[in-house]
């Protein structure tokens, strides 16, 4: 009886080390699976951060060749920089006398990765099957739907500017166009003077519509809005003392020095002041009472980067490019524009005001001399 009960304990000792063992060989399995899969989680997120440190490298070096191409056999230009709590080391590589490689590393938590692309010197961008900017051509642009009405003139230096809407226009009230106008969707003319051509695929012309040019229901392709790279600006003001978290003045005179202020967030400026300079904000930009905005060192008048709207409500004048990055741009009151309006938003004009006398107004960053005669663009993607 004895023997049998130590041979029943034996085996249930053995039935339960078995399970122990096997408990504890599934246990390790999940647990190493865990730690494999957290392991390449990081492995993933690290290399992924590594790429966009690359790219980020990559795209301040093709920057920096498109204002400055002979910069491509220069390595001062470009020095390992710490960016987004890793760094990047771009080198240039030139083939030839029109085409730099640019090999970007990106190194996160010790994880590199790496990115290759050709530039290349295209030559001058108005010579036969050279893309050149058409945003520049035009008194106004936006990417959005343009309204206008009130009273008021647009009118040209040169007598050969255009307004292009790459949504719907509608012009109406006392107003008058000296331009041409486009859009690539529909335009609307009440009873209105335009003395310029009438183009859109979809047109609605007002019985009473005094129209001088030619009128034309066709295909009018889409303008891309340029998107200005604002970073010399900044570093510009920032050099100068002339970066502010906010900006608000009433009444009175400003000078920025170096000529550019730079605003992160809102700026409102009021009552009867002069603004002797350039304005860019990161934030919404808000115009009114009776002012004056004359830039001296670059040709933006007011820009916006990221803001929803520049309104401008002055009864002063606005000299030189009003842009908004990403914004509408609204008009009222009498005041006037004196050279060109690029928004990627909506444009609407309303009050008694002659909202613009075109003139190329196409910015140049400061320092930088005169605009570059050729086209540089990226041409090809090797890793």
Known sequence: MKTKNRSQHGAALFTILAIV????????????AGMQRAFTARKLSNR???????????????????????ARK?????????????????????????????HSKGTYN????????????????????TPGSAAFDYAMLCGGNFNFQGCGNISSTNGLSRIHANGEMVVQGDAQTQVSIESSTKITVKNVVVTGNVTAPTLSIHK???????????????????????????NWAKDHGEVHNGFSMSGGSYTPSGGILWVNGDVQLSSHYNFNGSIIATGAIHLSGQGNV???????????????????????????????????????????????????????????????LYGDSEPTPPGAGTPPTTLITVSAWQK
Do not use: W
């Open 21 to 32: 063992f096997t408990t504890s060989a599934i246990m390790g399995v999940t647990i190493a």
């Open 74 to 102: 220069n390595d001062e230009y470009f020095q390992p920089t710490a960016y987004a709590d890793g760094a990047y080391d771009v080198d240039i590589t030139c083939v030839g006398d029109l085409v730099a490689v640019i």
């Open 110 to 129: 010790g994880t590199e990765c790496e990115v290759i692309l050709d530039v290349k010197d295209y030559g001058d961008p108005g010579s036969a099957g």
């Open 48 to 70: 992924i951060h590594a790429k966009v440190i690359a790219e980020a490298g990559a795209n301040a070096a093709y920057a920096c060749l498109v204002t400055n191409f002979g």
């Open 294 to 356: 004359t830039p001296t060192t670059c040709n933006f008048a007011v820009a916006t980067r990221d803001g929803p709207e520049i309104r401008n409500q002055t009864t002063g004048t606005v000299k030189g490019l009003i842009y908004a990055k990403s914004g509408d741009y609204t008009h009222t009151a009498n005041g006037r524009v004196e050279g060109q309006i690029i928004v990627r938003g909506d444009i609407k004009k309303a009050g008694n005001s002659d909202a613009l």
């Open 208 to 234: 009473k519509a005094s129209i001088s040019g030619t009128t034309a229901k066709q295909s009018v392709p889409i303008v891309n809005i340029p998107d200005i790279d604002l970073t010399p600006y900044y």
